[in-house]
């Protein structure tokens, strides 16, 4: 028999078409189809791809589990310990999105200092013609950029940045050698020195409200915050203040708390740049991260072995 792998949500054709020259493929579009399979089924499900989503309470759902294969580099919504636990190995998609999520930091850092989307509202409600030139904005040059997570996106965000002539810092829990960036140990001293904060770490509960309020008033109202990371890792509510009071200059933010839904103050905003959780979305990246969704599936059960685990699971046998 061949092995049963579980969809969770809508993956590109192509999924579903090269599992299903390996495997038999049981979709579920939305979470709730998964409540309508029996017992029975659940218990011939042998592994899950899903958009980074298979909390405990799933995955005890699948008795007979040996694999997540989870679209993201991010899993903070899989509970990748409890799979550990279980001897489930759990795989992501780390490094084929580093250079559009790097791109698309670097775009809402300029978007942002440099007013693009009021700009082009400016132009439009006629106000070139009735009120002349557009207020001046700030230059990225020669700015003070501190990325909090010099992963590998962080890194290559760094590698772009230097484009630009930023000077760049770092901050995370352990200092990295042989890279070129001054470390700062003390979050708050290194948003206190920079212009531009750019979070990228994961998420999940230890980085969460990592920019707090503190965070965000050494910043300061000439500072700009960009979040590519999560929602959780900044105090969302305090951001929103913040910006209100003009404690905080301005914001770049593509991930929020509660997505999709935005806290509406943010809006009218004219110093804030809004994305909708699209730092990866464009059709080849997506459809290389979909590709190691696959390639984790079919590596597993052709060699027992599988292509990028998480870092939980390094002692499970195949990681
Ligand atoms: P990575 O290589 O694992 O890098 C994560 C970095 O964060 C490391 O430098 C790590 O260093 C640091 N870090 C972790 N916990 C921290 C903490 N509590 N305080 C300070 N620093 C901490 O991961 P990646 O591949 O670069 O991806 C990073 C994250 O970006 C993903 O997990 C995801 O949340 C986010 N992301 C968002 C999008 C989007 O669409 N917006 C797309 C892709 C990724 P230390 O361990 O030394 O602290
Ligand atoms: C994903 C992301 O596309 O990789 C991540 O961690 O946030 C995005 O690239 C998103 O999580 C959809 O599942």
């Not at 580099?73 to 992501?92: F, M, N, P, Q, W």
């Not at 920019?211 to 959780?232: D, F, H, K, Y």
């Not at 509406?264 to 190691?292: C, G, I, K, Y």
Request: charge should be negative; aromatic fraction near 6%; hydrophobic fraction near 40%.
């Amino acid at each position: 028999m061949t092995a049963r792998i579980l969809t969770i949500g809508n993956f590109f054709p192509s999924v579903t078409k090269d599992l299903s020259k390996t495997f038999t493929v049981v979709e579920c579009p939305n979470r709730t189809d998964i409540d309508v399979l029996s017992e029975d089924q659940r218990s011939e499900i042998s592994a899950i791809a899903t958009f980074g989503w298979a909390p405990a309470d799933l995955i005890k759902k699948f008795p007979n589990l040996k694999l997540i294969s989870s679209f993201g580099v991010g899993y903070d919504g899989v509970d990748a310990d409890y799979a550990a636990s279980k001897e489930i190995l759990v795989t992501h998609t780390p490094n084929v999105l580093n250079d559009d999520v790097a791109n698309t930091t670097i775009v809402l850092i300029l978007t942002t200092m440099r007013r693009i989307i009021a700009q082009d509202k400016y132009l439009r409600e006629g106000r070139w013609v009735s009120e002349g030139n557009a207020p001046l904005t700030k230059s990225i040059r020669g700015k003070k950029v501190g990325i909090v997570g010099l992963g590998r996106i962080g890194e290559a965000i760094a590698e772009k940045l230097s484009v630009f002539k930023c000077e760049t810092v770092y901050h995370s829990r352990n200092q990295k050698p042989d890279v070129p960036y001054t470390y700062y140990g003390s979050l708050l001293d290194m948003a206190h020195d920079c212009d531009v904060l750019v979070a990228i770490t994961p998420g999940g509960p230890a980085t969460d409200k990592l920019i707090s309020r503190e965070v965000m008033e050494a910043l300061g109202p000439e500072g700009t915050l960009i979040n590519v990371a999560r929602g959780t890792v900044v105090d969302e509510a305090e951001m929103v203040k913040a910006l209100q009071d003009g404690r905080l200059g301005a914001a770049g933010l593509d991930v929020f708390e509660d997505e999709p839904n935005v806290p509406e103050e943010l809006f009218p905003m004219e110093n804030v740049v809004l994305t909708p959780h699209v730092a990866s979305a464009t059709w080849e990246t997506r459809q290389a991260m979909s590709d190691l969704v696959v390639g984790n599936l079919v590596s597993y059960f052709s060699t027992g072995k599988v292509e990028t685990p998480v870092p939980e699971c390094a002692d499970i046998p195949g990681a």
